[in-house]
Structures are given as structure tokens and as C-alpha cells.
């Protein structure tokens, strides 16, 4: 079966404070999730430290398990001469440090930085993030045994052309064709229109359903059943009023949340929304 996620993408938002304040009102609730759901928090890199502690701190197995960590970004390159830039290595390496802060039980280890995701419409479009780019940074963070959200989407101009198809298929053939097998297994796709993107309008859910399935069939093109195995997940003004309709779909296996992330309330709702 595939695995269900949901996954907050805070975005440049919220103090280190009140990051730390959000993942401990997630974490009050936690209980709530479903055991298949996996909810992970894409938080900004200077709230990952702390968060990792947080999490790593949490006491019952089940719901320690149910939260994961990921970045927002990483570096195309390995190390260097790259000022502000962060490797994967660095991200993966995060969790180790937890216990060489003062203070800290020599044993202790935080929350692993599991994912990070690439390929979002806002570093495509503000940061020249080309397909090239992307599959650079895609097999850093690989090499450096993270997990990768690859998200694809077309503006409102190429779905008003009729050219979403296209635009998506180039997105997914240009960089995730590029990797092997294994390496796939790592990826989880998210689905997210442009013009839905912090806009309050939504795909309607046979919108959505439509072009999950084209992704997957493009997948199964390039990697036969491993596709069937893929999380593909949506995104774009996700919430608590519409997620459960979108989750009911069959090739729509959870959502990439932005502002409804900020609210834990609303963040919870939507993970219980399967
Ligand atoms: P939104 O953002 O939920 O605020 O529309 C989603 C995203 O950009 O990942």
C-alpha cells in the first residue's frame, strides 16, 4: 500500500520561537493521527535544530514515528566555495550534533532530517530553479540519503492552453526519468497548480485526480510497477473544508500544505481527513 503523508511546507515563515511553539502544539495532538499517516514538517533551516531535538525528544514509539523532519531546500553541489548555501550532507548531519549541545544527555540524538523538498513553483520561479538544477540537487540529497518531495505544476496561462499535460510531463521526464530504480524509491511527488497556490482556489477534486493519474502513468512508462508504489501527493490551498474529497481520490495519496501548515489545528485536521 502506499504510505499517506501529509506535509507541512512552513515556507519563510514564523520565528525560531514560535516555530518551536507549532511543533509542540503538532506534537500535543499527535495521538490524533492515524497510525498510516505520515505527517513531516518542512520547516526553515534555522528551525531544524531544535526542532530535532523536539521531536527526537518525543517518548512514545508510535508517536515519535508518526512526525517527520525535512528541509525546504538544498544545494546543487557536494561542498565549497558556495556562500549561503546548505549541502545535504549538512542537513543529514544535523541530528548527530543534538547531543554535543551543552547540557544535553551525551546520548542524545534528535529527529533525523528525512526529507527535503526540491522543485517548488516558488524556487522555479523566483530562484531560476531549472529542471537541470533540480536533478543536481535531487541526487545530492539522495547521495546524502535524504528523501526528496519533487513538485510539479503548471501556471494558469499553460492549464488555460490546455498545456498542463505537457508542462507536468516535461517536469517529471526531465529529471525524475534521470534516476534509476532505487534512487525512486526515495521520491514522493507533489502535484501543485500554480495559480492554486496560496490563492484559496483549488483544484476540483476530478482536476487533481486527472492529472495524478497521468503523472503515475508517466512513472509507470519509465518504471513499470514501481509507480504503482509512488506517494503522489496534492498541493495548493489544501484545508480542512477540502482535503478529505481530495484524499478520496484514487491517485491522491495525501497533500503538501502551505498556509494551513501554520495552524496546527488545521494542519491535524487535514492528516485525519483519509
Ligand atoms: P498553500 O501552499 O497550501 O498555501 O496553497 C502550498 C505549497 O506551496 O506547498
Sequence with gaps: MRKKIVAGNWKMNTTVAEGIELVNQIIAKIEEIPQQVQLIVNTPFTHLFPISKIIGDIKCPNCRSKLALGAQNCADKEKGAYTGEVAAQMLVSLSK????????????????????????????????????????????????????????????????????????????????????????????????????????????????????????????????????????????????????????QPDIDGGLIGGAALKADDFIAIAKSF
Design 97 to 248: 550534533a543534538v547531543g554535543t549541545v551543552v547540557g544535553a544527555p551525551a546520548d542524545a540524538v534528535g529527529a533525523p532530517v528525512e526529507y527535503v523538498i526540491l522543485g517548488h513553483s516558488e524556487r522555479r520561479g523566483y530562484y531560476g530553479e531549472t529542471n537541470a538544477i533540480l536533478l543536481e540537487k535531487i541526487k545530492q540529497a539522495l547521495a546524502a540519503g535524504l528523501k526528496v518531495i519533487y513538485c510539479v505544476g503548471e501556471a494558469l496561462e499553460d492549464r488555460k492552453a490546455g498545456r498542463h499535460f505537457d508542462v507536468v510531463g516535461e517536469e517529471i521526464k526531465e529529471v525524475l526519468f534521470a534516476l534509476g530504480e532505487e534512487d525512486m524509491k526515495k521520491i514522493t511527488v507533489a502535484y501543485e497548480p500554480i495559480w492554486a497556490i496560496g490563492t484559496g482556489e483549488t483544484a476540483t477534486k476530478e482536476q487533481a485526480q486527472e492529472i495524478h493519474a497521468f503523472i503515475r502513468k508517466s512513472l509507470a512508462e519509465k518504471f513499470g510497477a514501481l509507480a504503482q508504489q509512488i506517494s503522489i501527493l496534492y498541493g495548493g490551498s489544501c484545508k480542512p473544508s477540502n482535503a478529505a474529497e481530495l484524499f478520496s
